[in-house]
Structure formats: structure tokens, C-alpha cells
């Protein structure tokens, strides 16, 4: 399949933190080229640097690779501000040439338009409900430590990758209606702003449907999902898994003398299942 692009979102990669997959991250965006690279929040965990967090050579990989992304390709990156990172509200709006720092967007293509943000809005509309975040923050970093106790004793025994973190998620009730709410109100808020859909993040649950008629994406997280939202050149949307991506088939090709990237790569993978004044981008 063609792994060139118009648009792919990546958001909860929580740089910073021992869950974070940069290495993975970064060898994904490696296969791929788009115009546009919209990283959607929690992009850095400035909440974990300033406690526990470590920064390491492999998180700044990640930006090193958008770089050249922005540098080889004329990739227009837009990243946007996560609660995480929400250390990006003293510098924000900031242009660099094509590295745009910003709160969310409206992003229009195909005829079609989308409300860009990172999702951690919701829980400052349901205030009643903002107690998801202090448990995203201290209860989840627990869940992924006991998660990696648990598959290394899976993984001897020969047993696929187990999330316990959506496990619990599944079971807890009160998780599973926060997530519920959290969906359709993103749903409405775009609907209130006149677009037909959303692309959001925050709750680490990909996701790619329709919610009474908004087009409702999310674009999951890289701690245990590693999944990734891309948009082909008719406006197609589509999840990426990186579990799902074939690299040991992908060998190198020689550059073609007349093609100025050489030859593009293929990779397997299939499909898987408040108001903010915005700037507008049209594609």
C-alpha cells in the first residue's frame, strides 16, 4: 500500500515518562511521508518530568525525526497543546517557518471539516467528571508499571500482549460511561462549531466512527496502543496500528536517479476497528 499521506495525527506519546514508546514512534514516521503532521497533546509529559520523569536520547529522536520530516519532505507539523504539555500556554501561538504551536485548529479537506483538539476540553465541561484526569495521571502510571510485570510473565509463557489498562477501563463503570460522555460531547462540540467531525485524543482509545452524524476520530496513544490516524489524498480516513506494520518484509530499496526521494516503501497493516476561537486551515 502507498505510504504517502495527506495527513496523519499522533497524540499521547507522554515523552518523558517510562511508557513511552519514542523508539517505535520514530521508526514509524520513518515509513511514511504526508504534508501534514498534526502531533494532538501530550506530546511531552511536563506533568511526570517534574516529578519522577527522565528525559533520554530516544525522545529527542522523535523531534529529530520530525525535523527531517519538515526539512526532506516540506511537512507542515502542527502541534497542539495536550494538559500534559500544557507548559506550551507561555509560548503559545508560535510560527517557525513550518512548525506551527498552537491551542487546537479547524482543518478542512475534501470538502469536509474537522475541530482539531487534543480532548482534555471535556473535562473542564463535565467538571463533576475531572477526577478521570487525576487518575489518568497517578492511577495509570501504576497500571502500565504492574502492565510490564505482567507480559514479561505472558510473554514467557509464550501469550499475546495483554492491556490491563483498557481491561479495566472495560470493567470499571465508571470509566466506560466517562468515556461515553467524553465521545458524544466531543461529538456536539463540533457539531456547535459547524464541522462535520472531530479529531481527538486524550482518553487513549482509538477510534474511527460516526456519532449522530459527526465523523468522530481519535487518534489513541503510543504507551500501549501505538496507533496513529492517517488521511489519504481523497480524504479518506484510516488507524494505523504499528503492531500491524510489516517491516521485516521492507528492504531497503536503491533510490531511483529520477525520483528526487526514491522509491516509496509499502507496508501491510488494515483497518481496526466550550467554545475556543480557532484559526482555519484549508488543505
Known sequence: MNTS????????????????????????????RCENLILNGDIIDGWQLKK?????RKHTRFFNRVLKMIENHNTNVYYLRGNHDDFLDQI??????????????IYESAGKKYFITHGDVFDSITSNLRW??????????????????????????????????????GKVKQAVSYIDDYEEELAKMAKSKGCDGIIC???????????DGIHYLNSGDWV??????????????QLIYYYEIDFKSQLKPEPKEDSPWGEIREVAFENRKEDLDSPSYRF
Open 5 to 32: 499521506f495527506k495527513t496523519i495525527v499522533i497524540s499521547d506519546v507522554h515523552l518523558g515518562t517510562k511508557g513511552a514508546k519514542a523508539k517505535e514512534i520514530a521508526h514509524f514516521l520513518k515509513q511514511y
Open 52 to 56: 519522577s520523569g527522565s528525559w533520554k
Open 92 to 105: 503559545l501561538p508560535l510560527q517557525i517557518g513550518r512548525l506551527h504551536i498552537q491551542t487546537d485548529m
Open 132 to 169: 478521570i484526569a487525576y487518575l489518568g495521571d497517578i492511577g495509570y502510571t501504576f497500571l502500565l508499571w504492574l502492565n510490564r510485570i505482567v507480559n514479561y510473565y505472558r510473554y514467557k509463557a509464550g501469550l499475546p500482549y495483554f492491556s490491563l489498562s483498557q481491561y479495566v477501563k
Open 201 to 211: 485524543g486524550h482518553i487513549h482509545k482509538a477510534e474511527n466512527r460516526m456519532i
Open 224 to 237: 500501549e496502543t501505538m496507533s496513529a490516524l492517517a488521511e489519504d489524498h481523497d480524504g479518506n480516513w
